[in-house]
């Protein structure tokens, strides 16, 4: 089974991705092989979903013969329908309803190609959940099905070619997902007019969302990853809202060329996840967003860097970034014009990427981290003028055409008492020749302070107003032949060890000079300081 998860902040927002999650038959008291072991997506249910009795089928037994009209109206227990015998008893009680949710889901040696018994069923308030049917072929048995409580996940349908059988599903109370089939179009559901999410994910032969175009939201998510055929989001139109806390992730779609398709989708405080489109041009058509939670955009992939997105136009109205915003192996990117009116983010991460400046971005005040690593186009910080304090770390690193720090002016402060700092940390940036735009830098906390491996930094000018480096100061493999202002620094700035060495200049008689000053600090010799 194909996987693919949300990393780190992602985790956190429960996104529809193909994941093994472990809420699996054991939970029904169940055990086997195959998809047994796994459950969906996450899916928000609406209508709840009722519990599977230990045996997997709960209430099930009796006689009934097939074919006689009309059917009574009766309701049975949620069920989990794992074997042949299972489906057998489910056919036998002739349900009309399902309190809770129905769960189809074989285990090894049951191959079912039908569901026809299942015609009496009207309706399910939990989940339906259809699920690594390999032989079957065809949705008939469920035609008669008018209302779903919680989502309907359809997995791992590997002969069913078509959604004849659900154009009758009028009510869907939770997500609609749709993973690892070989369905060519979304043609089929014709009843159905709202959902409460959607999830599309790897099914390799898709095309077209078009049939999706008379189902509107809001959504509480929306995901569309892994279709290797879908070139366009035309059909989504009617989505125009994603509820706050919720999020829109489109990935790994290897064809898709435009995000047409969501142009009426309005939301606040979500999460925006777009990871290798790379044929993606541009992020026109994405909706209209002021405030998000994070928004990620490249590649998570350290092998599959994304080789797409040229242009930022579509996001010129978002103003704040609450949590992470993330630019990561993009190769292509070379600006961030179109995010205008940016002016604050919760962090800020930008690796491997071709961006020559940060500019338009204007950023101030307060945020929680800076990285700023292996972009060998970018020539200065400008755009962070308004940044005083980083309240855990700043990373620069790998960045081969940086000459300076200019853009950190304002910056005061690196870290706090709070524990997680790790300080500020220079490092490989061959060309970086001065520290001057950190003069008003008072301390560190939480964390050191490193300059590692900068051949063509000659001075620590900048340095002079610091008054706290809480843990420890490596100065390594630099162009320096002199500390400088550290020698000026009061007693008691700095804490912790002091490494120096491998610089323009043996500097060991000044590092004596500089313990002679600092009695928190020391040479550890692998003892640590006392």
Known sequence: ?????????????????????????????QSGASGGAHRPWHSDSGGGSGALSEGGAAGIGGEAGMGEPPVPAHSCPAVGVWTQADY?????????????????????????????????????????????????????????????????????????TSLDGLQNLAQL?????????????????????????????????????????????????????????????????????????????????????????LDNLRASRISVRLWRNPQLRSLEHIGQFSELTQLELGSEDEATPDPGLTSLTGLSNLTSIDGAFIIRRQSTLTSLQ?????????????????????????????????????????????????VTTIARSLDISGNNALTSLAGLEALTQIGSAAPGGMGLSVYNDPALSSLADLAKLESIRGGGLSLNTLPALTSLAGLEAVRH??????????????????????????????????????????????????????????????
């Open 173 to 261: 109370g939770g997500s609609l997902v749709v993973a690892q089939t070989i369905f060519t179009s979304l043609d089929g559901f014709s009843s159905l007019r709202r959902i409460g999410g959607l999830a599309v994910a790897d099914n390799g032969a898709l095309t077209s969302l078009s049939a999706l175009s008379s189902i509107s939201g809001p959504l509480s998510s929306l995901e569309i990853s892994g279709n290797a055929r879908l070139e366009s989001l035309t059909g989504l139109e009617g989505m125009t809202e994603i509820a706050s806390g919720g999020y829109l992730s489109v990935t790994r779609n290897p064809e898709l060329t435009s995000l047409k398709g």
């Open 88 to 160: 057998d008893a489910l056919v036998a009680q002739r349900c009309t309803e399902i309190k809770g949710e129905l769960w189809i889901n074989p285990r090894t040696f049951w191959h079912p190609r039908s569901l026809a018994g299942l015609s009496t069923i009207t309706s399910v308030t939990g989940d339906l959940t259809l699920w690594g049917l390999h032989s079957l072929t065809s949705l008939d048995g469920l035609q008669n099905i008018t209302q779903v409580g919680g989502s309907l996940t359809l997995r791992e349908l590997d002969a069913v």
């Open 469 to 530: 480096v809480d843990d420890g100061l490596e100065i390594l493999a630099t162009g320096l032949t002199t500390l400088g202002p550290l020698l000026a620094w009061p007693a008691h700035t700095a804490f912790g060890s002091v490494t120096v060495a491998d610089n323009a200049r043996d500097l060991s008689a000044e590092v004596s000079q500089f313990l002679a000053n600092q009695p928190d600090a020391c040479i550890d010799y692998g003892d640590g300081c006392p």
């Open 338 to 386: 179109g995010l205008d009116q940016l002016r604050s983010v919760g962090s800020l991460e930008l690796e491997e990427t071709r961006l020559e400046s940060l500019s338009p971005i204007a950023l101030s005040g307060t945020i929680s981290s800076l990285l700023v690593r292996s972009n060998a186009s970018l020539r200065s910080l400008v755009g962070l003028g308004g």
């Open 1 to 29: 089974m194909k996987s693919g998860s949300y990393r780190g902040v992602a985790a956190a927002l429960g996104l529809l991705a193909l994941a093994s999650c472990e809420s699996s038959a054991a939970d029904h008291g």
